[in-house]
Structures are given as structure tokens and as C-alpha cells.
């Protein structure tokens, strides 16, 4: 057998169907059918005949469209259809792929079979494929958990933004800090506070960061240590600029988030401190009340007059807070840290004042058992009141003069002159003027003392103060008569109070508030639960003063309710301790009298 | 086998790689449906004879392979088409894209024959990421829209019934 006799046998073994195409209706087998031909087509074996094959297949019909035009347009070459499966003709394994080739003009296809397990490419691509789809449904599902995540920030951040406006609205500016005090987040508040961008602070110690005092810092520090339910907020003043200080409040919180943070609320309280400096000041100066034209004229004179360091004479009727106006003198001056020492002049001997006033050696007089500081050494560096100085006796004066203009005191007994640095504040009800041109008063005392002036307004010349006055004794007496409960005043009990002429001024109104609680069985002071003089009696019958003859039968009956206690009956009457010694005095009220 | 005198009519499904065209082909040829993926290679021919308007008709699908970055459809495989069923993946936005550019290439090789816009996959309609505004611009010569499911059969029937119809009396 030649070579050439062997190609058949060779081309058998590629079973490969190659088909000669002579023309477009005559094709002629070159090698035996492949063993992968469908039986159908070659139900004579010794046919070898492929044109059923080629119409009964819809691509290579198709492709064969396609081989015409390279066969016509080619001298030689190939064209390959690519892989088609067709399962009508070759089952669902089979993958075919056909071939137009030319050569010297002569015009073959060529149809080849492969075996799933042959296409390698196959599990190349579905891995590539899987893969891309995979990487596909993770990008999506990354896509989606972004959007999730950024819908949540969003959500997240308009609720912060939500939160931080309303908080700025109330004015509260947050800092959160870490367990290391390490400041993780400051509002947006914070900048009207300290001036300072928030951000700028994020990081810093809060210690260092906050402009707080270093006790402020402790204040703060202390609360942030304690128990959450022990916790309670921390007045501190901030400088934000110079000359501007702000009062906030600082609040300590944990984080309810993470306890190991911790939000500090500071809450600008400036603004409320201003004007509740401003209400306060206009309705209350030091212990004195009062909000009419006269108080506030009052406290503006307090004012002028304590930080000059002269004698002040204080006038005005009994009852009207002539102490309380000597105490506010003292605070408010230079000398408030010293001493301030309050002594009654009326009701006593000269001897006994003096002795009060500027001490005694021991011996100086019978029961002079030892060494006596007197008041004005007691007063050293600070003031002295000199309450009812009109009620001093002529002696005592001189001495007081003297001391006035030399500033030693002399203790009886005792030649040694002591040097003592008071200021002298002098009070009386009376009239010294005309107690001068009475003989009763020292003029050059007078002149002494009364550098500076101050006369107190009678209550019923500041009736509008009334309903203030009367809170705050309603407040004050509560406590005292263990009453908490009774908090308001009937409108009925008010008029007679704002009506009543109060000769005792605001000490009376003080008494009615402790006997109004005695008698009152409510939460509301009526008007039968105030006295028989002022719920009773219209306000023109009432005088100013009772006749001395009913003035001492109401001092007799005190006395006898107080079982003979003076104070305690100057008390009951509305009267100051020595307003009740000089109309003991003047009344000729005898001590056997006073004790029974 | 197919009745001779049947009206015979090539219809390609082209869209990209997964859409679902060989689960289509599948439902409608033989009513099945697999849940596992298998990537045809190259193309898959297979036929099915319908009635349509009391005609016989024998529909050859050809299943071409998903066109991606691996493989480009052979614009010959499109030559001689009566039409064809373009396959988006109603759950992959990136489908869109590739049936923009398979769309052009049918324009090119089978010039303007009907076609169907089929939106796969309804029965995972909550994760779908395409709605009718993103794939107005196919739908608006499309002979015909339709939402299916190869998994269900929502809709496989109908798409190529009305698109056989549609080849019938075009």
C-alpha cells in the first residue's frame, strides 16, 4: 500500500467528517463517516453521502451561507464556525464545530465533534463566570450595606444634628471626654461659652482645654468621681474674653452609651444670674426688703456712703430695720471682715454704758472682778452701733466725743490711753436736733456723728413693699411654727395688712407673720388669723401710737404673757428690745410691776 | 420532528452572560427549569413548533453564548434572524449594557426585526436593581415587554408566543 493509499486511514482517525464540496449541491465524502455520525443520516452504511446531515443542521446551513462567501472571495485559507451544540441532531453531549477551507481552489468543510471533557475552555469560562457573578453579588451586597450604612449615618447624623440644635437652643453645650479626660467631642455651643472653636479642643485634656479655675477643676473632677445618682451640677464662672465671664452650670453624665465616657452639660446661666442679680437687687439689698422708691433711694445711699469711712447717723422709726441698714453699712465697707459690734444705749447708767463701751480695769468698781474689754476694743478695726444713742446719757456722751476726736478710749479704772480704729455708726428714733436745743444731746456729738446721714422710711410710707415684706416673714415664720404648710395669704387678709398704719413698722408686720401662724389651721393666713388691731380695726381709727395709758396696759399684758420676759414681750408687741426699755422707762413701768 | 410545512423562523436570545437565556430556552422547549448555572459555549440550536393564529410554526432558537469581556458574540450567528428575545437580568443593573451593545449589533446584522425585551429573574423582584425608566430606551421599540421567570414560568410562554405572532404577521 502506497503513502498516498494511507491518507483515509489517517483522516479516519481525526473522525473528522470532511467533505469535499464539488458544487453547491454535490458533496462527496473524503474519508469513511466518523464514527459520531448520526445513524439516522447513514442508514446505509456504504452511503457516505452527507446532505442530509448538512439540511437536517440549522447552523451549518446557516454557516455554509457564510463558507460560500469565503470560498468565493479566498484562494486559500480557512473559516471556522466556532462550537454549536444542536441537540436535535447529536443529543445534548456533543459540541460541533465546522470548518470552510480552500485550497487551490478546491472547496472542503470540515466538521469536527467534541466531547464535553474536550472543550477546555468550558470550565475556564463557567469558573470566570461564577466568579465575575460572585464578585458581582459581593460588590452588590457591599453596595447595599453602604447604602445601609449610609442611610443609618444619615439617620445617625440628623438625629446628632437634631439633638446639638436643641441643645443650642437651651443653650447647653456638650463635652465628651474619654477615661483618659481626653475631650472626644465638644457641641457646637461650645464656641458661644469659650469663644473657641469646638473641634480645636478635641483631644486635649478637658482640664487643660476648659478655661476652669484649678478649684473649678476640682469641683468638676469630684463629681465626675461619684456615683451617677450622687452626682448634683457645679456653678463655675468661665473668663471668656476679658472682662467676660460667664456662669455656667456644669453637669456630669455618663455615657449611657458607654459608661467609661463621660458628657459633661454646660449650661449658660449668665443670662438667668443677670437679671436674678437684677431682681434680687432691686428687691433685696444685704437683709434689708423692699422694691418701692424709698428702699431703692435707700440702697443707693447705703451704697455711696459705706466705703467712706465716716460716722453715720441712722434715723427712723422703731421697727424700721435701723440695725439691718448698720450691718449693710458694714458689709459693704472696707471694714466687713472686722468686727461689728451692736450695742443698745437705752435703758442704762452712765456708769454701766461707759463700762460696756470702753472696759474697766479690775477694782475699777465694786464687781469689777477682773479686766472688762469694752465694745469699742471689741469693735477694733471694724464698726460700732450705737443703737438709741439718743437714750445715752450726758456723761457718756462726753466720754463718746472724746474718743470720737482723738480715737483712744481710756477702760475706767485706767490711765492708759488705747488706741482704737472704729467707725461709729449712730441710730435713734428720736429727734436729736431738738433733743439739742432741749439740752438733752451734746451738739458737738450731734455734729460728730452725723457726717453721714441716712433716714429710714416708715412702713406705711412704702406700703407697696408690703406683699414682698410679707412673703418673706411668711417664709421665715413658717419655719419657725413648724408650719410648712400654709404658703399663701388670703386676698381678704392682705388688704388689711396693705390698709393697717403699722406703727411698729416692719418688726410689727414681722411679729403678725409669727402670730398669724399660730392661729392659722390652714394653708392660707385668713383674716381671722391675723391680730385683733389689724384685722379689726379700720386703718383711720388705728393711731400710730396707742395713749400711754392703753400703751401701758398692753405693756402689763405682754409682760404678764411673756411670764415678765422683757424681750420676749417686746416681741409680742412689735416693738425692739429698747424701744420696750424706753417706754418701760417712760412709762414709769416699776420692775415690781414688770414681774408680776 | 418537525412538520415539514411548518413556517420555519430563526430567533436568536441574546443578553449577557446569566441572564437566563438557556433557562429560557429550556422552560419553553421542554418545560424545565435547573437552579445551577451552566455557561453555554458557543451556540446552542434547538427548536420548538407552536401554533400560532392556526399556523404551524417551528421556532429555531439559537441560544447564543452570553456576550461579556471573555466572549463577543460572531455577528454571523445573528445573520438570517426573524428576530430575536433580548435578556436582561432584572437583578444585575450591569445587563442594561450589555443588551445596549448586543441591541446595536443586531440592528447591524438583522437590520430592524422584531424583537422582545424580556426582564428575567421576577421571581427575585425584591432584589431587583432595574426599573422600567432605566431600560426605557430598549423597551421603546421593543414589539413587546415582558417580566419573566425561567424558575416559575411567569411570562416564558407568552414572550415567545407574541413574539412568534409578531414574526408571523410582520
Same mark, same amino acid.
Request: net charge negative.
Given at each position: 500500500?502506497?503513502?498516498?493509499?494511507?491518507?483515509?486511514?489517517? /483522516?479516519?482517525?481525526?473522525?473528522?467528517?470532511? @467533505?469535499?464540496?464539488?458544487?453547491?449541491?454535490?458533496?462527496?465524502?473524503?474519508?469513511?463517516?466518523?464514527?459520531?455520525?448520526?445513524?439516522?443520516?447513514?442508514?446505509?452504511?456504504?452511503?457516505?453521502?452527507?446532505?442530509?446531515?448538512?439540511?437536517?443542521?440549522?447552523?451549518?446551513?446557516?454557516?455554509?451561507?457564510?463558507?460560500?462567501?469565503?470560498?468565493?472571495?479566498?484562494?486559500?485559507?480557512?473559516?471556522?464556525?466556532?462550537?454549536?451544540?444542536?441537540?436535535? $441532531?447529536?443529543?445534548?453531549?456533543?459540541?460541533?464545530?465546522?470548518?470552510?477551507?480552500?485550497?487551490?481552489?478546491?472547496?472542503?468543510?470540515?466538521?469536527?465533534?467534541?466531547?464535553?471533557?474536550?472543550?477546555?475552555?468550558?470550565?475556564?469560562?463557567?469558573?470566570?463566570?461564577?466568579?465575575?457573578?460572585?464578585?458581582?453579588?459581593?460588590?452588590?451586597? =457591599?453596595?447595599?450595606?453602604?447604602?445601609?450604612?449610609?442611610?443609618?449615618?444619615?439617620?445617625?447624623?440628623?438625629? =446628632?444634628?437634631?439633638?446639638?440644635?436643641?441643645?443650642?437652643?437651651?443653650?447647653?453645650?456638650?463635652?465628651? %471626654?474619654?477615661?483618659?479626660?481626653?475631650?472626644?467631642?465638644?457641641?457646637?455651643?461650645?464656641?458661644?461659652?469659650?469663644?473657641?472653636?469646638?473641634?480645636?479642643?478635641?483631644?486635649?485634656?478637658?482640664?487643660?482645654?476648659?478655661?476652669?479655675?484649678?478649684?473649678?477643676?476640682?469641683?468638676?473632677?469630684? +463629681?465626675?468621681?461619684?456615683?451617677?445618682?450622687?452626682?448634683?451640677?457645679?456653678? @463655675?464662672?468661665?473668663?471668656?474674653?476679658?472682662?467676660?465671664?460667664?456662669?455656667?452650670?456644669?453637669?456630669?453624665?455618663?455615657?449611657?452609651?458607654?459608661?467609661?465616657?463621660?458628657?459633661?452639660?454646660?449650661?449658660?446661666?449668665?443670662?438667668?444670674?443677670?437679671?436674678?442679680?437684677?431682681?434680687?437687687?432691686?428687691?433685696?439689698?444685704?437683709?434689708?426688703?423692699?422694691?418701692?422708691?424709698?428702699?431703692?433711694?435707700?440702697? +443707693?445711699?447705703?451704697?455711696?456712703?459705706?466705703?467712706?469711712?465716716?460716722?453715720?447717723?441712722?434715723?427712723?422709726?422703731?421697727?424700721?430695720?435701723?440695725?439691718?441698714?448698720? +450691718?449693710?453699712?458694714?458689709?459693704?465697707?472696707?471694714? #466687713?471682715?472686722?468686727?461689728?459690734?451692736?450695742?443698745?444705749?437705752?435703758?442704762?447708767?452712765?456708769?454701766?454704758?461707759?463700762?460696756?463701751?470702753?472696759?474697766?480695769?479690775?477694782?475699777?468698781?465694786?464687781?469689777?472682778?477682773?479686766?472688762?474689754?469694752?465694745?469699742?476694743?471689741?469693735?477694733?478695726?471694724?464698726?460700732?452701733?450705737?443703737?438709741?444713742?439718743?437714750?445715752?446719757?450726758?456723761?457718756?456722751?462726753?466720754? $463718746?466725743?472724746?474718743?470720737?476726736?482723738?480715737?483712744?478710749?481710756?477702760?475706767?479704772?485706767?490711765?492708759?490711753?488705747?488706741?482704737? &480704729?472704729?467707725?461709729? $455708726?449712730?441710730?435713734?428714733? *428720736?429727734?436729736?436736733?431738738?433733743?439739742?436745743?432741749?439740752?438733752?444731746?451734746?451738739?458737738?456729738?450731734?455734729?460728730?456723728?452725723?457726717?453721714?446721714?441716712?433716714?429710714?422710711?416708715?412702713?406705711?410710707?412704702?406700703?407697696?413693699?408690703?406683699?414682698?415684706?410679707?412673703?418673706?416673714?411668711?417664709?421665715?415664720?413658717?419655719?419657725?411654727?413648724? #408650719?410648712?404648710?400654709?404658703?399663701?395669704?388670703?386676698?381678704?387678709?392682705?388688704?388689711?395688712?396693705?390698709?393697717?398704719?403699722?406703727?411698729?413698722?416692719?418688726?410689727?408686720?414681722?411679729?403678725?407673720?409669727?402670730?398669724?401662724?399660730?392661729?392659722?389651721?390652714?394653708?392660707?393666713?385668713?383674716?381671722?388669723?391675723?391680730?385683733?388691731?389689724?384685722?379689726?380695726?379700720?386703718?383711720?381709727?388705728?393711731? @400710730?401710737?396707742?395713749?400711754? =395709758?392703753?400703751?401701758?396696759?398692753?405693756?402689763?399684758?405682754?409682760?404678764?404673757?411673756?411670764?415678765?420676759? =422683757?424681750?420676749?414681750?417686746?416681741?409680742?408687741?412689735?416693738?425692739?428690745?429698747?424701744?420696750?426699755?424706753?417706754?418701760?422707762?417712760?412709762?414709769?413701768?416699776?420692775?415690781?410691776?414688770?414681774?408680776? | 420532528?418537525?412538520?415539514?410545512?411548518?413556517?420555519?423562523?430563526?430567533?436568536?436570545?441574546?443578553?449577557?452572560?446569566?441572564?437566563?437565556?438557556?433557562?429560557?430556552?429550556?422552560?419553553?422547549?421542554?418545560? *424545565?427549569?435547573?437552579?445551577?448555572?451552566?455557561?453555554?459555549?458557543?451556540? #446552542? %440550536? &434547538?427548536?420548538?413548533?407552536?401554533?400560532?393564529?392556526?399556523?404551524?410554526?417551528?421556532?429555531?432558537?439559537?441560544?447564543?453564548?452570553?456576550?461579556?469581556?471573555?466572549? #463577543? @458574540?460572531?455577528?454571523?450567528? /445573528? +445573520?438570517?434572524?426573524?428576530?430575536?428575545?433580548?435578556?436582561?437580568?432584572?437583578?444585575?443593573?450591569?445587563?442594561?449594557?450589555?443588551?445596549?451593545?448586543?441591541?446595536?449589533?443586531?440592528?447591524?446584522?438583522?437590520?430592524?426585526?422584531?424583537?422582545?425585551?424580556?426582564?428575567?429573574?421576577?421571581?427575585?423582584?425584591?432584589?431587583?436593581?432595574?426599573?422600567?425608566?432605566?431600560?426605557?430606551? /430598549?423597551?421603546?421599540?421593543?414589539?413587546?415587554?415582558?417580566?419573566?421567570?425561567?424558575?416559575?414560568?411567569?411570562?416564558?410562554?407568552?414572550?415567545?408566543?407574541?413574539?412568534?405572532?409578531?414574526?408571523?404577521?410582520?
Amino acid at each position: 500500500m502506497g503513502v498516498d493509499a494511507l491518507y483515509p486511514e489517517i /483522516l479516519n482517525i481525526f473522525e473528522a467528517l470532511i @467533505v469535499h464540496v464539488e458544487s453547491a449541491t454535490q458533496y462527496r465524502t473524503m474519508s469513511g463517516l466518523p464514527c459520531w455520525y448520526p445513524a439516522s443520516f447513514s442508514s446505509d452504511s456504504s452511503s457516505t453521502d452527507p446532505r442530509e446531515f448538512v439540511q437536517k443542521s440549522f447552523f451549518l446551513q446557516s454557516f455554509l451561507h457564510e463558507a460560500e462567501e469565503f470560498w468565493q472571495s479566498h484562494d486559500h485559507g480557512k473559516l471556522q464556525s466556532g462550537l454549536w451544540s444542536e441537540p436535535a $441532531l447529536m443529543g445534548d453531549e456533543s459540541y460541533l464545530e465546522a470548518t470552510a477551507l480552500v485550497e487551490l481552489g478546491q472547496r472542503f468543510l470540515i466538521v469536527q465533534r467534541y466531547q464535553p471533557e474536550m472543550v477546555t475552555i468550558q470550565p475556564v469560562l463557567q469558573k470566570a463566570r461564577d466568579n465575575q457573578l460572585a464578585h458581582g453579588q459581593e460588590l452588590e451586597a =457591599r453596595k447595599h450595606v453602604e447604602a445601609q450604612l449610609g442611610t443609618q449615618l444619615a439617620e445617625s447624623e440628623q438625629i =446628632r444634628d437634631d439633638v446639638i440644635a436643641v441643645l443650642d437652643h437651651l443653650q447647653l453645650a456638650t463635652v465628651m %471626654i474619654d477615661e483618659s479626660q481626653v475631650i472626644t467631642s465638644a457641641s457646637p455651643a461650645v464656641f458661644q461659652l469659650f469663644a473657641c472653636d469646638p473641634q480645636s479642643l478635641v483631644g486635649e485634656l478637658w482640664t487643660h482645654a476648659l478655661p476652669l479655675k484649678a478649684d473649678q477643676c476640682r469641683l468638676v473632677q469630684e +463629681q465626675i468621681a461619684l456615683p451617677e445618682i450622687r452626682r448634683s451640677s457645679v456653678a @463655675v464662672s468661665l473668663q471668656k474674653q476679658k472682662k467676660s465671664w460667664r456662669e455656667v452650670e456644669v453637669e456630669v453624665h455618663e455615657d449611657p452609651r458607654d459608661q467609661r465616657r463621660t458628657i459633661l452639660f454646660l449650661k449658660d446661666r449668665t443670662e438667668v444670674e443677670d437679671l436674678r442679680r437684677q431682681l434680687i437687687g432691686h428687691a433685696y439689698f444685704e437683709k434689708l426688703i423692699g422694691k418701692s422708691p424709698a428702699m431703692q433711694d435707700l440702697y +443707693q445711699r447705703i451704697q455711696e456712703i459705706a466705703p467712706v469711712d465716716v460716722s453715720v447717723l441712722i434715723q427712723g422709726e422703731t421697727g424700721t430695720g435701723k440695725e439691718l441698714v448698720a +450691718q449693710a453699712l458694714h458689709q459693704l465697707s472696707e471694714r #466687713k471682715d472686722k468686727p461689728f459690734v451692736a450695742v443698745n444705749c437705752a435703758g442704762l447708767t452712765d456708769s454701766l454704758l461707759g463700762s460696756q463701751l470702753f472696759g474697766h480695769k479690775r477694782g475699777a468698781f465694786t464687781g469689777a472682778t477682773s479686766d472688762h474689754e469694752g465694745f469699742f476694743e471689741a469693735a477694733e478695726g471694724g464698726m460700732l452701733f450705737l443703737d438709741e444713742i439718743g437714750d445715752m446719757p450726758l456723761a457718756t456722751q462726753t466720754t $463718746l466725743l472724746r474718743v470720737l476726736q482723738e480715737g483712744e478710749i481710756m477702760r475706767l479704772g485706767e490711765s492708759r490711753p488705747r488706741k482704737v &480704729d472704729v467707725r461709729v $455708726l449712730a441710730a435713734t428714733h *428720736q429727734n436729736l436736733q431738738e433733743m439739742v436745743e432741749r439740752g438733752d444731746f451734746r451738739s458737738d456729738l450731734l455734729y460728730r456723728i452725723r457726717v453721714a446721714r441716712l433716714q429710714l422710711p416708715a412702713l406705711r410710707e412704702r406700703r407697696e413693699d408690703i406683699p414682698l415684706l410679707s412673703e418673706a416673714f411668711l417664709g421665715q415664720a413658717r419655719v419657725v411654727t413648724k #408650719k410648712p404648710e400654709v404658703c399663701d395669704i388670703a386676698s381678704e387678709a392682705m388688704q388689711a395688712l396693705l390698709r393697717y398704719p403699722w406703727p411698729g413698722n416692719v418688726r410689727e408686720l414681722k411679729s403678725t407673720f409669727d402670730y398669724a401662724l399660730i392661729h392659722c389651721h390652714g394653708t392660707q393666713i385668713h383674716l381671722s388669723d391675723l391680730p385683733p388691731e389689724i384685722c379689726g380695726t379700720p386703718a383711720s381709727l388705728v393711731s @400710730v401710737r396707742a395713749s400711754p =395709758r392703753n400703751e401701758r396696759k398692753d405693756i402689763l399684758s405682754a409682760l404678764e404673757e411673756a411670764n415678765g420676759k =422683757r424681750a420676749q414681750a417686746a416681741k409680742l408687741l412689735g416693738m425692739s428690745r429698747s424701744t420696750f426699755y424706753r417706754r418701760l422707762s417712760e412709762l414709769a413701768i416699776s420692775p415690781e410691776e414688770q414681774s408680776t | 420532528m418537525s412538520d415539514p410545512r411548518a413556517i420555519q423562523k430563526k430567533v436568536c436570545m441574546l443578553g449577557g452572560f446569566s441572564v437566563g437565556k438557556t433557562s429560557l430556552v429550556k422552560r419553553f422547549v421542554t418545560g *424545565q427549569f435547573s437552579e445551577k448555572y451552566h455557561t453555554t459555549i458557543g451556540v #446552542k %440550536i &434547538d427548536q420548538k413548533s407552536l401554533c400560532v393564529d392556526a399556523t404551524e410554526m417551528l421556532l429555531v432558537l439559537w441560544d447564543v453564548y452570553g456576550e461579556d469581556d471573555f466572549q #463577543k @458574540v460572531r455577528a454571523s450567528y /445573528l +445573520q438570517g434572524s426573524a428576530g430575536y428575545l433580548l435578556v436582561i437580568d432584572g437583578t444585575r443593573e450591569d445587563t442594561l449594557e450589555v443588551a445596549h451593545q448586543l441591541r446595536a449589533l443586531a440592528i447591524q446584522s438583522m437590520g430592524p426585526v422584531p424583537y422582545a425585551l424580556v426582564i428575567n429573574k421576577s421571581d427575585l423582584r425584591e432584589a431587583w436593581q432595574v426599573d422600567p425608566e432605566m431600560y426605557k430606551d /430598549l423597551a421603546s421599540n421593543a414589539c413587546l415587554v415582558l417580566e419573566t421567570s425561567a424558575k416559575t414560568g411567569e411570562g416564558v410562554e407568552l414572550a415567545f408566543a407574541e413574539l412568534a405572532k409578531q414574526l408571523l404577521n410582520g
